[in-house]
């Protein structure tokens, strides 16, 4: 299974940030696994860069969106958050199985041939993040997204971010 990974918006823009995870079969483009997205508000966002790094932060809701993969042949980050090679050495601190497989878009970009190449995640991403204000509703437990699965965190649910905050912990034991 080969995994896109996109952010709609930075962590500095917005009152929220959207990272959105796609898996793709290239035999099939239209064919997708599963798509999942993750919307991060405020204050928790805030609190969390100011506690953690941005490229922790974004390491571990990386890691949260890839919890239950199995057989990942590829994994594809966008370089919304600088250095990516960070990014990736946190993820790979926490799933060393991934070593070989994580690539960022641009190394794709270079491998294939085409500079303006999108990931699949790019349009899940900014579906989300579009329609996130109309659809934001952080105490329904049901998805609200029908095209794929949604995750609000926020300070008013805070169960929904004890899975982040783990592999936050653990990212910056092993600074």
């Keep these: ?29 239209d064919n997708h696994l599963f798509r999942k997205g993750v919307v991060i508000t405020e204050p928790l966002r ?15 809701l990386v890691l949260l969106l890839i919890k239950d993969c199995t057989k990942i042949k590829k994994l594809i980050i966008c370089s919304d958050v600088n250095p990516i090679d960070k990014v990736l050495s946190h993820i790979l601190k926490i799933k060393g199985e991934l070593f070989g497989r994580l690539k960022s878009i641009e190394e794709l970009r270079e491998e294939i041939g085409e500079k303006g190449y999108k990931s699949a995640a790019n349009s899940f991403a900014r579906n989300v993040n579009r329609n996130y204000p109309r659809r934001a509703n952080t105490y329904r437990s049901k998805r609200y997204f029908t095209d794929g699965t949604v995750m609000i965190l926020s300070n008013e649910n805070p169960k929904s971010y004890e899975i982040l905050n783990g592999h936050l912990k653990i990212l910056k034991e092993r600074e």
């Design 1 to 29: 299974m080969i995994i896109h990974i996109d952010m709609s918006n930075r962590y500095y823009q917005k009152k929220y940030s959207v990272v959105a995870c796609v898996s793709v079969d290239f035999k099939n483009k």
């Design 46 to 60: 805030s609190e969390l860069i100011k506690e953690n790094s941005v490229v922790n932060l974004h390491a571990a």
